[in-house]
């Protein structure tokens, strides 16, 4: 039995100003199908969803929805209690909070799904729905999205994509690029479309060059042709070209006709760009006089809290030279408590040569009236080229490099205050929530360079396939104390 079509969308463009968002000839959404939007930040995920659920009308194309979606925003305006399930909201932890003037992000991302949940609806429309939640909030979104029999969701969370796709569309360029399974899938036929595309390019350099090497044959034998031999006069090279069937110069001719339609076939050949490839220039750490010492973090019996509550009780720990500890826990449970009183010192012992480089959710370590790359020399101990090649693996290009600091995105704010660290004299990184606003290539551009990393980590992350690929050794806070959590 053939599925449904719930979704058409045909010769659609979009545009903002001078700027074309999409354009792309078509995308069809079939009942049952769950499909992932993945592409940079800016590159119009959420615009390809208004414009799906007929909020935004396109100037070219057409689009018709056979259903009323349930739109989930990123930014959703506050609800209405009364028109809430309570149900639903109590299982997701917050009826408490519906009457609350004040609720945090991750709350009002969970009374959101509330209404989705309790909804009737043929698809839903899922931008950012694990925006704010921790590890738990997480786990219980997905539960429940795997009911949603149809949807489209906008996630940087691989994990989320993984557990619900069955489709994944790039927006890339305006344009839609659609590849079957999950996220994984989606990486591995981009890898191999890569690799068909280098082999592609190779072949077309191979037979340029042996084209081009034809020419350059047929080019110096006609010149050749052309020259009278040293010891004959002119007289008796009229005389041999008398007698000849053929004449030399026509044998010129015709074999400066053929230099010619190899010369067309060059220039008919279809052109392949090389694949862009990973710049590769690393820091030199050296430079940051890391310390030498096994241990560089110790932590014996600490206390913390504000007023009468308290956040961490008698926690002892250790943290080894060149480790990568990820530090996990629900929201408010000290993660966060914790990186300030190793950043402040405050009854924790820090080896001397210990040079700490921390990213604040609130990027206050970023001066906006300078450039990117005025931000990045101000900090730097590396080389410029260094410099220049680290804002390159983060995804900034050249432009970019010129821009003021407050013309950034928050993404691109994020991605600079991480160059930062990597030029720097920092030899001990602590990073809170540094997938943040950042987009899935950056937050993947991000790994490599942790990955890469020679000092010693400390971060926070509710990503846990982030976690995943970047920790050596992972630790929670529960019950206010500090626990390691085995590998």
Known sequence: MAQKELIRAEHVTVSYGEQTVLQFERLYVY????????????VGKTTLLKVLAGELLPEAGHVRCDCEPFFLRQFGEKIDPMALDYQEAGKLGVLDKLWQEQVSGGENTRIHLAELFAAQRAVAFLDEPTANLDALGIATLLKNLKNVETMLIVSHDREVLNALCTRIVEIEDGKLTTYDGDYDAYEQQKLERRQAELTEYELYQAEKARLQGVYREKKKKAQKLSKKPKNMSSSDMKQISKRATRKPEDKVASIERSAKNVQKRIAHMEVKERPKEEVCIRPDFRLTNPPRNAIVIRAEHVTFGYGERLILEDCS?????????????????????????????????????????????????IQLDKTVLENMQAV??????????????????????????RDLSGGERMKLAFAMLFVSDANLLMLDEPTNYLDLPSIKALEKMLQKYEGTLLFTSHDRTFVEHVATRKVAIKNKKIVDICQ
Do not use: C, H, W
């Open 31 to 42: 009942e049952g199908e769950r499909v992932g939007l993945v592409g940079v930040n800016g």
């Open 317 to 365: 720990f250790l943290v080894k030279n060149k480790s990568k500890v990820a530090i996990l826990g629900e929201n408010g449970a000290g993660k966060t408590t914790l990186l300030e009183l190793i950043a402040k010192r405050e009854g924790i012992s820090i080896v001397p040569e210990a040079n700490i480089g921390y990213v604040r959710q609130n990027l206050s370590q």
């Open 380 to 405: 730097s101990v590396q080389s410029e080229g260094v410099t220049r090649s680290v804002l390159a693996n983060l995804l900034l290009t050249n432009q970019d490099m010129k821009k003021k600091a």
